[in-house]
């Protein structure tokens, strides 16, 4: 399978720990996006990458929450001192960087739910 | 007032019935996406239209962008067409032009009964 893969797909974890999910890109996607989903709403942004660079972040993303994408390649969102409040589907979407613009077709991951007891 | 509202919220239809969710924006946009979502959170990209329609089998989505509306629509519907539909924007506003954010609606869920 050569789309976008996302592990655990579902983590339950008690208020104050720490939980790290990672997602696996398109392999030739340069940019790569977190956004979080809760019950009966969209997505919201979270952070963007293009290539190992953050480019941006959301006002959301507490100082508990940190993005990493090392090599350019995978990525990593962990969150600290987890709370009830941060439980979720987080999805990871991947794209290709369009000749003219950075937008362009996303394609997405099944996402990592997470249940904060 | 949210950026990007869907119509309706949630559609229940008999197989075989035309099926036409709306899609209204407020920002200034570059590209539009339908997304699929099945339960269970995988995210599905439809379409992604910047002027006129597009086709691709049972689905048509159309776009206006004077109006700033949107249109998905589901001929023939069948119960495996039963999901969210998700409408998203890309927005520049805050980003210099360069990177962009998507922009999510909330979903209509359609029900599609036998």
């Known amino acids: 399978d050569t789309g976008v893969s996302q592990d655990p797909r579902h983590k339950i974890t008690k208020r104050g720990q720490n939980v790290t999910f990672r997602c696996d890109p398109i392999?030739?996607?340069?940019?790569l996006y977190w956004y979080r989903q809760t019950l009966g709403q969209g997505p919201e942004f979270l952070t963007y990458?293009?290539?190992?660079?953050?480019?941006?972040k959301s006002r959301l993303l507490s100082d508990r929450f940190s993005a990493e994408r090392p090599k350019g390649s995978f990525s990593t969102l962990e969150i600290q001192r987890t709370e009830q409040g941060d439980s979720a589907m987080y999805l990871c979407?991947?794209?290709?960087?369009?000749?003219?613009?950075?937008?362009?077709?996303?394609?997405f991951g099944e996402g990592s739910r997470l249940t904060v007891l | 007032k949210n950026e990007v509202e869907q119509s309706p919220q949630n559609l229940t239809a008999q197989e075989g019935e035309f099926i036409t969710i709306n899609c209204s924006y407020s920002v200034g946009i570059s590209a539009l996406h339908w997304l699929q979502q099945h339960p269970g959170g995988g995210i599905v990209s439809l379409f992604m239209?910047?002027?006129g329609k597009k086709k691709h089998g049972r689905l048509i989505a159309t776009i206006n962008i004077q109006e700033k509306h949107s249109s998905l629509h589901i001929t023939a519907s069948h119960p495996r067409d039963s999901a969210v539909y998700i409408c998203?924007?890309?927005?520049?506003?805050?980003?210099?032009?360069?990177?962009?954010?998507?922009?999510f609606g909330k979903g209509t869920k359609l029900s599609v009964k036998p």
């Open positions: 990458f293009q290539n190992e660079a953050q480019l941006e």
């Open positions: 239209l910047s002027s």
């Open positions: 392999s030739e996607h340069n940019r």
């Open positions: 979407a991947s794209g290709e960087t369009q000749r003219d613009s950075n937008t362009g077709e996303l394609f």
């Open positions: 998203a924007v890309w927005d520049f506003r805050n980003y210099g032009g360069s990177q962009g954010n998507l922009i």
